[in-house]
């Protein structure tokens, strides 16, 4: 909405005093307040008080009768920005050529001469006289959404659309606002209705609200509301005799509401129409009646009566046709009689009271009613709405047209009823486009509705209209260059034609007499040429005038060299569909196409010149020079931008506030601290988003050369782009492209609402601009160039409607006094630019006069077929034809060469044959080489290859297309209907009709079964893979050679190795495993023992507990009982109420389908038996006709001999009827093809004919004697060959005209009583065969009618199933939830089971553990007191010592530990604290000290004490532990058990549930009706011995049930007896098991008794027989025995090892000890040499004088070095030798000592010593 925030919120202007002194009247508030009903589907209402309720007190002032709102402060005027200099009358509303005739209710009759109507954001009120205009315009700018009178007709009121919308009530006819009410709807008011008293005002909202608001309008205060409904809603009103019931109705429904008087105050309730069997039907039209009913029309034309929101019946028309064809938009309660209107163009008139009494009379709610009275208003008329005015006391109405008109009527249906009288006419619908003159002010519109319209915008007028078969499209008026005149137009249509029209003022043409021209202008059709296949969208003339452009969706550009008739020059193909065509401006150079298309594609192209195109095939020019343009989404960018901009701004402005308050502080004397704050994270940058699918281009314009502006719709709306061609378009794929725009201009508040079309003034000073939303906008233009500044200033108006309104065209008068519009909600408006209307009233339009000649010409061709071929078709048609002609023309060509060829060659056979025959050549000679003739069959064979791979893609289809039409209908049937007639009567029968089984039913079938069919010899095959690998080989290689090795052989060799590795053992091991053998024989003996002795006492055990008590009595005998008494009288009727569904009798869906296949497959098996049946009879029928033909011949050549006199009429031969055979009708060969081919052609070629000459008529033919009769024909099917070998019969007697003898009449006297009986006998033989054939038919007739019967109630019976499974589905998913909801409370009932049982169990084992503890501290207790013995007099002592309780110190370890439980730490406090009291209780009596052992106390008994107490404490505490543990397992179990008693009982009702729901779902089943026949005979239930009328008390049984029953009753009588003489039986026996027991009670006894003898004669006292059989071995003993031995071996062969590691060290010590040797010799060596050199130097010292004394202190330390040296090879020496001690010993530390030594010598020695190493440990020695 194009307004400023000041004027866009238009407040309702406060009361003048003069006003408020107007109001005298004060009154206290109503109490009451408006409620507001709840939700849609339920009926409580919830209210909502208003601010009056809450302040009852509060005193109101009334609204005075004669108060008014002031106009000239409520009508929204235009926009102008602030301080732009733009008058705000740049534009004023001069008139409304449109008409929005779609909507709902869009027509209201003031009084006699004045209508109205809603147009955009005006309403219109017409004077239907004088045919002037005035307006009422919009009070918020947002359009309007209905108008209602008020019954007086004193006012009306008028709903507005957009936020917050006021409905205004205005007083008529001064129009000054006299109500204004708000707060009704949150977007836009839909429909309203005062009451019939004018009190009351009710309206209804649109989305999202639909809130229905009930006014006190004069005191603008809202009484009720409620939500309508949550979908549209069309229409409210109050009832005309009930004001307190209301109606509403919209999208699938109808509502009734009543404001009810409760408790609470008034509210308003409402309840929905309920359809009930009935379709869901939109309703548009209804009318309340007296009584309360109310009457609604359908979508499909019926009238339903509704009664307490129910319908009642559902009235129709004789032969249940509709009341009308179509839906009912309106309905009248009118003087008793009820008028409907519908929108097929009826009016049909009613009896209001035979509908009200209206009821149904069968099943189907239908009633057949007759209209009293119909008006058909005319063709091509779809009624909406029909308003009424008294006109001299008779009623007038004015109906408003859907397509496009209004009508007067008149409904009295007398003699003097004046036909309909179409008062205006308008383009239905949206305008599609618009043009203006280039000379005068005419005005020339199309639409959809397939019509061209020309104003006259001056004078207001509509001076012409034309029709077409299509909707237009596309609209240009031709410049001035082209006609001079300015009266040619050219109109594109929906289907791609494009006419040139022209407009002329017939009063030019030459007067003929009586023809009168009302007209004040007409339409003439000039040209139709059709260049696209799909809607034309734009045309454009080229600057010169000499090129015109049309556009299309079918992505084209088509150019016409213009003239006095356009001729096509070409087209191009452009990347889309073409939405507008500009050429450019005469300023610019060149003459150059902008072509905008849908898909974001902008193409330049130059004007093409008509010379240089070869149109000779085809109009496809394919070298004009294009530049394209692929725009390129930048909007998410250009936002990026912004949003950076922005929030640099914001951190700017933060920073400057923050430094001025930081100075402000400095300026008050404060020190601040400037501390670093924390950054607040930003959120983080939109990503730059591209739409998947390209912005739609809207419209755009010539900027410079090359240069051009564009609007978009979609994402990218909201700015004019600049754009630009770039000089590289031929070396890119134009889909491939990526153009930006160089510039762009934001434009205000378009976002949601782009730019739709552009339109320059022609001194393009201003920039007018259409809208989405309807609005007007108008730029004053400075300079020619746009920029931002440029834009920044603008005017605006809201036109159209905002909703369906966008401006579809702008166009200005050739002077630029005048603008038009045209938007999508049908209406035209015209504005005068700045100039008062007065000025133009002199000015007239000029009509274009006509040319001359015109009333001489011919009407112009029209293209009139939607589907005749386009331009480029017809072209591409005709040179296929042309080739085509010249083909035919060289077979023709051809043909007769041949033909010449083939004449000349038999002339010369001819002549051949003339001459003698020694002459003649022989026939081999004319033949030519054979050589030409393979030559020419091959090339015959290459073509006829070539033809079938040009036709091969055809061929293909068309057996795809074939192969898929036989898979559809054929090969789903595995029976076809083939009827089988009787010969001689009219018998027949036919075959089910039956389809193939689907796979489904073939694999339930097998399943079940579980037995699968394999082929002969699969077993085999399969079998043989495993012999194969069975008898798998390897290959093994032995030397150079490869042998083969079977499996046989393998393990032949495994064996053997095995035995060699046996021979290569020892003996010991041989015995130690001969034991390990004998160990297990012994053991398996043992538990082969033990296992009988544990067999035999459980079979004892077994056998004791199986003993029955003596009281013990059968459960299975209990059971029966218990079941027998309990069903006892019980029938276990299904429709009984204590029934209960067994497990077993569960009906579930899987159950259902395989009832349901089994059932069909049953039917599908006796169906085909009997199609089995009745094929077998066909080809019985087949062979008998076979063997008649045969008769018939021979019965023909029999009659031949007889005389025409003695022979028999001839047998009729049967024939086969097509529906016997229907299999026929799909063989077909090669020449019933081509038969039905020249077939086709003839039909063709005579319907041409007719169509040529439709005056001519050819006379009929009649049918021949086999398309009369193809039942049967006749045996003498060639009567002319019979009347010839009669001919030649007489000839020959002729001939022959010798008497014969009487030997010759005897014999021919014979063979005619031979041939007699011959004929007879044939034809006797011919009647039985087709009397038996008849007969077999008729008994397999009998046998398919019985068939027919049970197949009958087989399908009443799949029927029944099929609905038992829907009601299944149905209840599936409820009984799924409670089979779940069981299963889960089993599986949880079996888990808290197994924990019980396992809680269970752990507390055995913790009795167990207890008792096992307590029989240990006795054993304890025991052992203490044996210890003690007898008078021991340091018993007490001991006692005291032994019961002493001490802390453990395990305990005070634990209690050391950081982590130790709290509950064991305070135990042990308490056990400690015990023990402490009990020693210092002690203490009090004496001293006791337990940690000395007295005087002559055994001090190992003293320790032994010590060590049981530490025991018995262990224990006790042990004991204390299972105890604690134990208690735990009893809460967990007690726990568990509560658990498991709650599962049982959640179990048990979740039972109970699925048991009734079972329950219920049988009595879903049962309410289900079983159809069962049955005879009168069947029937065994009467009353009074007569048959009663109803039978719902008896029940059916088939004769097997009845016969089981009868027979049951005699069976339980035979059982009953024989259950008496069991029992009897029974007692007598038991008598005797007693007797035996007895008996052998006393055997067992003096068994037992000699067997104890026995023992204690043989062993002296009575052993276990049981345990010396189970301890006959100690295998324990043996077992040791054998692992001592293993030990014992395993110890020698180490030993054995050992001795070999030995010996080898040995030899390497020897080795060492050589070099030992070795090394001490040289050490020898090396004492000798010094002791030699100590000898030299003592000799040297005598020599020395006194010189040397200085370097005495030198030697003194080479001295004590040689020394040092020397005590360390004496210490290696050493070490050497005890090294060789430790080499010659045979313990086990050799390494370890050798290590020791080496350690100790300052070396590491890790491996025995070698010669090398050796050098290694004396090297530190030879420094």
């Known amino acids: 909405m194009e307004a400023s925030p000041e004027e866009s919120k238009t407040g309702l202007p406060e009361e003048s005093p003069a006003a408020e002194e107007q109001e005298v009247d004060q009154v206290e508030a109503d109490t009451e307040s408006a409620d507001a009903e709840g939700d849609l589907e339920e009926h409580d209402n919830t209210e909502e008080p208003l601010e009056e309720e809450k302040k009852p007190e509060k005193v109101e002032k009334k609204i005075s009768e004669t108060f008014f709102y002031n106009y000239e402060d409520l009508y929204s005027r235009p926009f102008v920005t602030e301080d732009s200099g733009i008058p705000i009358n740049l534009l004023t509303l001069q008139y409304s050529f449109g008409y929005d005739c779609t909507r709902n209710a869009n027509l209201l009759v003031m009084d006699n001469e004045t209508l109205m109507y809603i147009a955009g954001n005006q309403v219109v009120l017409l004077d239907l006289k004088t045919k002037s205009q005035s307006y009422v315009r919009s009070s ?82 809202i009484m009720l509301r409620s939500k309508a409904f949550s979908q549209d809603v069309y229409k409210v009103t109050f009832s005309a005799d009930n004001e307190e019931q209301l109606t509403t109705c919209g999208s699938g429904h109808i509502r009734f509401w009543k404001m009810a008087l409760t408790f609470t105050g008034l509210k308003l309730q409402g309840a929905l129409g309920r359809f009930g069997k009935r379709a869901v039907s939109d309703i548009i039209g209804y009318v309340e009646l007296p009584d309360g009913k109310v009457v609604s029309g359908t979508e499909w034309g019926n009238l339903l009566l509704w009664e307490g929101g129910l319908i009642k019946v559902e009235i129709c028309r004789a032969g249940h046709n509709p009341c009308h064809n179509g839906p009912i938009s309106h309905l009248v309660l009118e003087e008793g009689e009820l008028i409907t209107v519908g929108q097929d163009g009826f009016i049909r008139v009613w009896n209001s009271d035979t509908v009200d009494a209206a009821d149904s009379v069968d099943d189907t709610g239908l009633l057949e009613l007759e209209p009293m009275n119909e008006l058909q ?64 002010y005419l005005l020339a519109t199309t639409a959809l509705d397939r019509s061209v319209h020309i104003y006259d915008f001056i004078s207001n007028n509509q001076l012409s209209k034309i029709k077409f078969k299509q909707g237009g499209t596309a609209l240009t008026w031709a410049p001035s260059v082209v006609n001079p005149k300015g009266g040619l137009i050219a109109v594109g249509f929906e289907d791609g034609v494009v006419r040139i029209i022209e407009v002329y003022d017939p009063k030019g043409l030459p007067v003929v007499a009586g023809r009168t021209d009302a007209e004040s202008a007409r339409i003439n059709l000039k040209q139709a040429f059709k260049p696209h296949a799909t809607a034309v969208t ?255 200033e603008y005017w605006s108006l809201n036109v159209h409607d905002n909703d369906c309104g966008q401006i579809q065209g702008i166009c200005s008068s050739y002077d630029d006094r005048f603008l038009i519009t045209c938007g999508g909600d049908g209406n035209i408006f015209s504005f005068n630019i700045l100039s008062p209307e007065d000025i133009h009233r002199e000015q007239k339009a000029k009509i274009p006069s006509p040319r001359s000649g015109l009333e001489k010409e011919k009407a112009a061709e029209d293209i009139e077929d939607p589907d005749a071929f386009n331009i480029e078709e017809v072209k591409q048609k005709k040179e296929y034809e042309r080739i085509m002609k010249e083909a035919e023309e060289k077979k023709r060509k051809k043909r007769e060469e041949l033909i010449a060829l083939r004449q000349e060659f038999l002339v010369l056979l001819q002549k051949n044959q003339e001459l003698p025959k020694h002459m003649q050549l022989d026939r081999t000679e004319f033949e030519m080489d054979h050589r030409i003739f393979e030559e020419l069959n091959r090339q015959t064979a290459q073509r006829i290859q070539l033809v079938q791979k040009e036709l091969a893609w055809e061929e293909e289809k068309h057996l795809i297309g074939l192969q898929k039409l036989k898979n559809q209908f054929r090969d789903s049937l595995e029976f076809d209907t083939v009827v089988v007639r009787a010969i001689q009567s009219n018998h027949q029968i036919s075959t089910y009709r039956l389809l193939a089984m689907s796979e489904k039913f073939y694999q339930h079938k097998e399943c079940p079964s579980g037995k699968k069919s394999f082929p002969k010899g699969s077993c085999k095959q399969a079998s043989e893979p495993e012999t194969v690998r069975e008898t798998s080989y390897n290959w093994r290689t032995n030397g150079d050679h490869l042998s083969l090795i079977s499996p046989d052989a393998r393990i032949l060799e495994g064996e053997a190795e095995k035995l060699k590795t046996l021979e290569a053992q020892k003996p010991t091991a041989r015995y130690i495993k001969s034991k390990h053998e004998q160990i297990r024989r012994m053991v398996e003996k043992s538990d ?53 569904v067994s497990e077993h009798e569960h009906l579930n869906i899987e159950k259902k389908v395989m009832q ?257 503890l307590q029989e240990c501290e006795k054993a304890l207790y025991a052992t203490f007191q044996a210890s003690l013995g007898e008078n021991n007099e340091f018993a007490h002592f001991l006692t005291k010592v032994l019961k002493k309780k001490i802390k453990c110190m395990e305990n005070q370890e634990d209690g050391r530990e950081a982590d130790e439980n709290d509950e064991n730490e305070e135990e042990n406090d308490e056990e400690s604290s015990s023990g402490t009291d009990e020693e210092n209780s002690g203490s009090e009596d004496e001293f006791f000290d337990d940690s000395v052992c007295p005087q002559n106390c055994s001090e190992a008994l003293y320790q032994n004490t ?179 031995m293993e030990k014992e071996y395993v110890h020698s062969q180490e030993l054995k090892e050992w001795k070999e590691r030995i010996s080898g060290l040995q030899q390497q010590l020897m080795k060492l000890t050589k070099e030992n040797t070795s090394k001490l010799q040289q050490l020898n060596r090396f004492y000798l040499e010094k002791h030699q050199l100590e000898t030299k130097l003592d000799s040297l010292k005598n020599d020395l004088g006194l010189e040397l004394q200085g370097i005495h202190s030198t030697d003194i330390k080479e001295k004590a070095r040689l020394a040092s040296r020397l005590k360390d090879t004496a210490h290696g020496a050493a070490l050497l030798r005890e090294e060789i001690n430790l080499l010659s010993r045979k313990d086990g530390c050799l390494i370890d000592k050798l290590m020791h030594l080496s350690r100790k010598g300052g070396f590491v020695l890790i491996q025995p010593p070698s010669p090398e190493d050796l050098d290694t440990w004396f090297s530190p020695k030879k420094q």
Not at 1175 to 1198: A, H, P
Not at 1615 to 1630: F, P, V
Request: aromatic content about 8%.
């Open 377 to 440: 208003v005319g063709k091509n008329v779809s009624l909406n709405y029909m308003s009424k005015v008294n006109d001299c006391e008779q009623p007038v109405w004015y109906a408003q047209d859907s397509n496009g008109a209004i009508w007067k009527l008149d409904l009295t249906f007398s003699n003097m009823t004046q036909d309909p009288e179409k008062l205006y006419t308008f383009h239905s619908g949206r305008i599609e486009a618009m043009s203006v003159s280039p000379t005068t």
């Open 140 to 221: 918020g700018g947002g359009g309007i959404g209905f108008i209602t009178a008020h019954p007086t007709k004193q006012y009306f009121a008028v709903g507005e659309k957009g936020e917050k919308p006021n409905l205004i009530v205005y007083e008529y006819p001064s129009l000054r606002p006299y109500r204004i009410l708000q707060g009704g709807t949150e977007k836009a008011y839909v429909f309203g209705d005062f009451n019939n008293a004018g009190t009351l005002l009710a309206s209804v909202g649109s989305s999202p609200d639909y809130m229905l608001t009930i006014w006190d309008w004069k005191q603008e205060k």
């Open 1088 to 1140: 082969e023992m033990k296992a009988k002795i544990i067999k035999r006492k459980a079979e004892w055990d077994e056998l004791y507990r199986s003993k029955p008590s003596v009281d013990y009595e059968d459960p299975k005998v209990v059971e029966d009982i218990r079941e027998a008494r309990e069903n006892m009288g019980c029938y276990k009727l299904k429709t009984a109420t204590n029934y209960r």
């Open 1156 to 1412: 349901l296949t089994s059932l069909e497959v049953l039917i599908h098996k006796r169906k085909t038996n009997m199609n089995k049946e009745i094929m077998s009879l066909r080809e019985l029928k087949i062979s008998v006709i076979d063997e008649i033909k045969c008769l018939v011949q021979e019965l023909k050549s029999i009659q031949e001999a007889l005389d025409l006199s003695e022979r028999l009429p001839l047998p009729l031969i049967p024939q086969l009827h097509p529906d016997e055979v229907p299999e026929k009708k799909f063989e077909y060969d090669r020449d019933i093809l081509l038969n039905f081919k020249e077939e086709q052609e003839a039909k063709a070629k005579l319907q041409e004919e007719l169509e040529g000459s439709p005056s001519s008529t050819e006379p009929l033919q009649a049918p021949s004697i086999n398309e009369t009769d193809p039942t049967a024909e006749p045996a003498d099917v060639c009567p002319m060959e019979v009347a010839s070998s009669v001919t030649k019969q007489q000839k020959v007697f002729e001939i022959e005209k010798a008497e014969p003898t009487e030997m010759e009449l005897e014999i021919l006297k014979k063979e005619k009583i031979k041939n007699l009986y011959l004929q007879e006998t044939l034809i006797k033989k011919i009647n039985a065969l087709v009397i038996n054939f008849d007969a077999e038919l008729r008994i397999l007739r009998h046998k398919k009618l019985k068939l027919d019967m049970q197949m009958k109630s087989a399908d009443l019976h799949y029927i029944t199933c099929y609905e038992e499974l829907l009601i299944l589905r149905k209840l599936e998913k409820h009984e799924n939830l409670l089979q779940d909801r069981v299963n889960t409370l089993i599986s949880e009932q079996e888990a808290v089971q197994s924990e019980l049982n396992s809680c269970l169990a752990q507390m055995e084992e913790r009795k167990c553990e207890i008792v096992r």
């Open 1506 to 1684: 010590i060590e049981l107490r530490h025991k018995r404490l262990d224990i006790k505490k042990a004991l204390t532990e299972e105890k604690k543990d134990a208690a735990k397992l009893r809460k967990t179990y007690n726990a568990l058990a509560e658990k498991a008693k709650a599962v049982e009982t959640s179990l048990g009702t979740a039972e109970r549930e699925l048991e009734t729901f079972q329950w219920e779902k049988q009595q879903r089943m049962n309410d289900l009706y079983v159809v069962v026949p049955l005879k009168l005979h069947q029937v065994e239930y009467l009353v009074n011995g007569e048959m009663p009328s109803d039978f719902s008390q008896a029940l059916v049984f088939t004769n097997h049930s009845l016969e089981y029953l009868q027979k049951r009753v005699v069976d339980l009588r035979n059982e009953k007896k024989m259950q008496r003489e069991i029992y009897r039986k029974a007692q007598e026996q038991h008598k005797q098991l007693i007797q035996d027991k007895k008996a052998m009670e006393i055997e067992i006894r003096r068994l037992e008794e000699k067997c104890n003898d026995l023992m204690m004669k043989k062993f002296g006292r009575l052993v276990d027989f049981e345990a010396v059989q189970a301890r006959s071995a100690n295998i324990r003993v043996a077992e040791l025995e054998v692992q001592m």
């Open 538 to 792: 734009a045309l454009a003339y080229e600057q010169n005038g000499d090129v015109l452009a049309t556009g299309s969706k079918d992505k084209t550009v088509f150019f016409f060299a213009v003239g006095d008739k356009y001729e096509p020059i070409g087209f191009i193909c452009v990347p889309g569909p073409v939405q507008a065509l500009q050429w450019s401006p005469p300023t610019h150079v060149k003459s150059m196409l902008l072509i905008l298309c849908e898909n974001g594609f902008v193409l330049q192209v130059p004007a093409p010149v008509p010379e240089e195109q070869d149109t000779a095939s085809t109009y496809q020019i394919k070298n004009l020079p294009t530049q394209y343009f692929h725009f390129y989404s930048i909007k998410s960018r250009i936002k990026l931008e912004e949003e950076i901009a922005r929030r640099e701004k914001k951190k700017q402005e933060k920073e400057k506030a923050k430094l001025e308050w930081i100075k402000q502080q400095k300026e008050m004397g404060k020190e601040i601290e400037e501390e670093p704050e924390e950054e607040p994270e930003e959120e983080p940058l939109p990503p730059l988003y591209i739409p998947e699918e390209p912005s739609p281009i809207l419209c755009g314009f010539y900027s410079a050369p090359g240069k051009f502006w564009l609007s978009l719709g979609g994402y990218d709306s909201g700015f004019l782009y600049h754009c630009e061609f770039s000089s590289n378009d031929h070396q890119e794929d134009p889909e491939k492209r990526q153009d930006e725009p160089f510039e762009v201009i934001p434009i205000e508040d378009t976002d949601n609402n782009p730019i739709h079309c552009i339109c320059f003034c022609t001194s393009r000073q201003l920039m007018v601009c259409g809208m989405q939303n309807g609005a007007l906008r108008v730029y004053p233009l400075q300079d020619e160039d746009l920029s931002a500044d440029t834009l920044k």
